[in-house]
């Protein structure tokens, strides 16, 4: 009989009372340790959904967006090296400033006025390097002869530096830029010679125009908070098109004005001509006239 339990051991451990509570438990234990496994990996997928990012991916490992934390934690800087060597040519026209700030911060162009939508920077009449006060991505890059080339570098959603008056560009639509970087090099521009070598820079949320004079040095989120619904400045910056039909415009009137004066020389060197002929045709007749009187007088004396 013992040799019969020894080469059944199986049949003899199910034989045992406490054999299938045994195998339920240890069964029940495996099967609610895979539902759980499976609800925590289901968990975890879920947070990592909720902090996807949807914006542009980065080539870093973690796919993570680099570029707004670092444009998070930089401030605005003035868009040249050495601040302290610049002179501001002309500042942000202020709605709130005195009435003798605001008259100093218009520009005359093509007799009229326009509001300074940000400051002019220069260094003593030299060329310098235009840098880009924060790090961004590079949304327009053009060429124009009135306001001397415009560089935009969007920041965040809506806001934007802008740079003109530059020349000899070193970016492109669709660069990343790093603050400091230089991107232009500072030129003229038409719109406001007096100013002569500078770069004109602005500040601008949702395209209302900011002081940046009230920004530099301060972050990204500062602006992205301000409220800026009683700040926008009415009157813009002319365009090239407007800017060559004005030309047109003025030259045309300049040309008429010029025919009138050359018209009215005209007439009035015609009236002085009559004026002179008149004038010698009576001198003749008051000349003849004695010699006529006294031809008459001698026929007289003849007759008598």
């Known amino acids: ?27 029940a234990a495996i099967i609610i340790t895979g539902i759980l496994w499976y609800q925590a990996g289901n968990d975890v997928n879920e947070k990592a959904k909720d902090y996807s990012y949807d914006g542009v991916p980065t080539d870093n490992e973690f796919n993570q967006p680099a570029e ?20 501001i040519e002309k500042q942000f026209y202020d709605t709130e400033a005195s009435a003798e700030e605001q008259e100093a911060a218009l520009v005359v162009y093509g007799n009229m ?9 220069s260094k003593d009449g030299k060329e310098f390097d235009v840098l880009a006060a924060m790090s961004g991505t590079v949304t327009k890059v053009q060429e124009d002869s009135l306001l001397g080339n415009t560089i935009e570098i969007e920041h965040s959603k809506g806001i934007v530096t802008r740079y003109q008056s530059v020349k000899d560009f070193e970016v492109a639509v669709g660069d ?11 030129g003229k521009s038409l719109f406001n010679e007096e100013a002569g070598v ?10 209302v125009a900011v002081n940046p004079m009230e920004y530099f040095n301060k972050s990204l989120a500062t602006l ?13 910056q002319p365009d090239a098109a407007a800017a060559e039909e004005n030309a047109v415009e003025d030259q045309a009137s300049e040309n008429k004005a010029t025919e009138d004066k050359a ?20 001198e003749k007749q008051n000349q ?15 007759e008598e």
Not at 176 to 186: E, H, L, T
Not at 224 to 236: C, N, P
Not at 288 to 302: G, I, L, R, T
């Open 224 to 236: 992205q908070e301000a409220q800026l619904e009683d700040k926008k400045v009415s009157g813009e």
């Open 68 to 87: 707004e934390v670092n444009r998070s934690l930089e401030n605005f800087v003035m868009p040249v090296s050495s601040p302290e060597d610049t002179v």
């Open 198 to 207: 500078h770069v004109h820079f602005e500040i601008r949320k949702a395209d």
């Open 1 to 27: 009989m013992r040799e019969e339990e020894k080469k059944q051991p199986s049949q003899n451990f199910l034989k045992r009372r406490w054999a299938y509570p045994a195998i339920y438990l240890a069964s």
């Open 263 to 282: 018209t009215e020389e005209k007439d009035a060197a015609e009236e002085n001509k009559s004026t002179e002929e008149n004038k010698s045709t009576e």
């Open 176 to 186: 990343v830029v790093d603050q400091g970087q230089a991107i232009a090099k500072a």
């Open 113 to 121: 006025y326009y509001p300074n939508q940000g400051v002019d920077i």
């Open 288 to 302: 003849a006239k004695p010699k006529q009187e006294s031809k008459d007088n001698a026929d007289v004396k003849d």
